[in-house]
Each structure stands twice: as C-alpha cells, then as structure tokens.
C-alpha cells in the first residue's frame, strides 16, 4: 500500500488543521493507520491511530480532547482533525499503516510497515 500525507500547513496557536492520509490499494479497510509527529531534534512520536474494521482509536495523552482521527474505507483516506493546536504541535506529521498490529503495538511505529512522506505542521504563537 501507498501513503500520502497531506493538509500541512502554518495556523495561529488555536487554530485548526485537517490532515489526510490518501492510501493506494483495494484492501485498505484491513489496514490500522496511524499518525506520527517528528519535531526538529526530537524522536518520532505517536500521536493518533485507528484500527482495521471495527474503528478503535487511540490517541496520545498529549492531544487527547483536541484531535480526533477518522477513516473512510470507500475513499480510502484517514483523517486528522486538529483543534486547538498549540505551538508544541509543531512538527512534521506522518502517516503509517499495518495489516498486522495488535492492539499493544499500535503506539509503536517500528511496527508499522509503509509510511507517508509527511506533512510540515507550523504553529505560531
């Protein structure tokens, strides 16, 4: 499967984003996404993910309340909602997806096999 990530862009601390995540593929909906967040000098680190099929989310303790993560399985996309972002928020977003996470893995991006190119996310105070 392909990833793209899109839906980047610069926002006033406050503010909101949508970012997607376009995947290639017939089989999709048997995929669990999630997004990632790398900024300068920092390690990659989770932030949101969704299950294949049944649609559990998960999200990091940092953006719970604010984000909210979504999947169209007909368009085949993932969704990221993001309110009230902070400049912490600022980083590049990626995209990743399994067919073969468990649930105790989902936070954990070296068990993700195919990544998006990610999406630079600026926020100004």
């Known amino acids: 499967v392909q990833l793209q990530a899109y839906g980047g862009g610069l926002v006033q601390a406050g503010g909101s984003l949508r970012l997607s995540c376009a995947a290639s593929?017939?089989?999709?909906?048997?995929?669990?996404v999630g997004w990632f967040r790398q900024a300068p000098g920092k390690e990659r680190d989770f932030v949101a993910a969704?299950?294949?099929?049944?649609?559990?989310?998960y999200y990091a303790d940092s953006v719970k309340g604010r984000f909210t993560i979504s999947r169209d399985n007909v368009k085949n996309t993932v969704n990221l909602q993001m309110n009230s972002l902070k400049p912490d928020d600022t980083a590049v977003y990626y995209c990743?997806?399994?067919?073969?996470?468990?649930?105790?893995?989902?936070?954990?991006?070296?068990?993700?096999?195919?990544w998006g190119q990610g999406t630079q996310v600026t926020v100004s105070s």
């Open positions: 990743a997806a399994s067919n073969r996470l468990i649930t105790s893995s989902i936070r954990r991006s070296d068990r993700y096999h195919y």
């Open positions: 969704i299950k294949a099929n049944g649609g559990y989310t």
């Open positions: 593929g017939r089989t999709f909906s048997s995929y669990s």
